[in-house]
């Protein structure tokens, strides 16, 4: 996640290269318009040097003196994201996130396709830990039709990946796994039937997840591999409940889902 944010924080820079073109109109700029640019340049001076409380100053200035300004709100959100300190969880810091988040939510409502506001709230999101939010955040990218099956696929793949993980965490703890033969494990019913109910909810879910992405990109590499881990965490569970038939039907999906993944692997890294 260091590395994602400091790509965020390092394209503020890129950003200010756009300034002159994006100034660049079929009537000459007005003083608010002229004053707005001096504002921006201040702020992307102070921002190269560290000083991202008074760069957010300045870029919110810029944004009052030109209210169309189009790059005055990035760097807002920029500004206000540099100042969100990761593993930081105090109250002060927290809010400062969830600062950002409204900044860049009011760049997607101009820009709704704008793909590094949705990461960033995205991220932002899971680094305050509010796991429902960003579930509702990329479910609701998902679920929108006026994306790209592509987009809307790669949020299926999130999600789904999040239940995989609900249900891994549990099959393979301890207690639940028992060591056979070779690298082999066999997996037993939880003592606390709660944990096998919550494994076995996330699990379905995620194929349903998984089984959306795959129908809107049917080639998707990372959602058949993620279909063949959930199928895999269904066929744990079966035998948790001592369904043998549905094991070995999971077991033979497993296996079908792990050929496709592997021919599309395969595929991917003959592409050059």
């Not at 969880?89 to 760049?107: E, F, G, H, L, M």
């Not at 070995?248 to 889902?257: G, K, M, P």
Request: aromatic content about 8%; some cysteine.
């Amino acid at each position: 996640m260091l590395v994602v944010m400091q790509f965020w924080m390092k394209s503020l820079i890129g950003l200010i290269v756009t300034i002159v073109l994006m100034a660049v109109q079929a009537q000459p700029p007005s003083v608010a318009e002229r004053q707005a640019k001096q504002e921006l340049d201040e702020a992307a001076r102070l921002y190269r040097e560290g000083n991202f409380v008074q760069a957010q100053v300045h870029s919110e200035w810029a944004l009052l003196l030109d209210p169309q300004n189009k790059t005055a709100p990035y760097f807002i959100a920029r500004t206000i994201h540099a100042q969100y300190k990761p593993g930081d969880s105090t109250a002060d810091n927290v809010a400062k996130a969830r600062k950002a988040i409204v900044a860049y939510q009011r760049i997607l409502e101009r820009v709704p396709a704008d793909e590094e506001a949705y990461k960033a709230v995205a991220y932002l999101y899971g680094a305050i830990k509010e796991d429902e939010l960003l579930r509702e955040w990329i479910r609701k990218r998902a679920n929108d039709v006026s994306f790209a099956n592509d987009k809307r696929a790669d949020a299926f793949v999130v999600l789904a990946s999040k239940e995989w993980d609900c249900s891994f965490k549990i099959t393979e703890l301890p207690a639940n796994k028992v060591a056979t033969a070779g690298r082999y494990f066999s997996y037993r019913m939880p003592k606390a039937r709660a944990e096998f109910e919550q494994a076995s909810g996330c699990a379905n879910r995620g194929l349903e997840l998984v089984n959306m992405a795959i129908t809107l990109t049917p080639e998707n590499e990372a959602a058949w591999s993620y279909k063949t881990n959930i199928l895999l965490e269904l066929a744990k569970l079966a035998e948790m409940s001592g369904k043998v038939k549905s094991k070995r039907e999971l077991h033979r999906q497993y296996e079908e889902a792990l050929e496709v993944t592997t021919q599309l692997t395969k595929r991917s890294q003959r592409t050059p």
